[in-house]
Nanobody
Framework: QVQLVESGGAMVQPGGSLRLSCAASGSARSFYAMGWYRQAPGKQRELVASITTGNSTNYADSVKGRFTISRDNAKNTVYLQMNSLKPEDTAVYYC??????????WGQGTRVTVSS
């Protein structure tokens, strides 16, 4: 059974940094795509960043230049380095992983709060 376990969410002041981690287990092979969505109160879930096994990345316009996604295929782990955080980055961040052509597995979410 596939499980995704996120960590790293916290409260931070505007301009600060956080690093989220998501460790996947229960799969005999590396996931084709891994990444992060977020959901702010009263808003729809949105894609933040994604990365494939070939290290092709995709970012939401709102986080380009501030967030960096990376992965360790040997550990089936994906990371999200978040710099220059803004109050509008406040959300629950969800990790996902999927094999090619299949649906997403989801983590339980980790809360990020950016506030002074």
């Amino acid at each position: 059974q596939v499980q995704l376990v996120e960590s790293g969410g916290a409260m931070v002041q505007p301009g600060g940094s956080l690093r989220l981690s998501c460790a996947a287990s229960g799969s005999a092979r590396s996931f084709y795509a891994m990444g992060w969505y977020r959901q702010a109160p009263g808003k729809q879930r949105e894609l933040v960043a994604s990365i494939t096994t070939g290290n092709s990345t995709n970012y939401a316009d709102s986080v380009k230049g501030r967030f960096t996604i990376s992965r360790d295929n040997a550990k089936n782990t994906v990371y999200l380095q978040m710099n220059s955080l803004k109050p509008e980055d406040t959300a629950v961040y969800y990790c996902y992983a999927r094999h090619f052509g299949t649906s997403n597995y989801w983590g339980q979410g980790t809360r990020v709060t950016v506030s002074s």
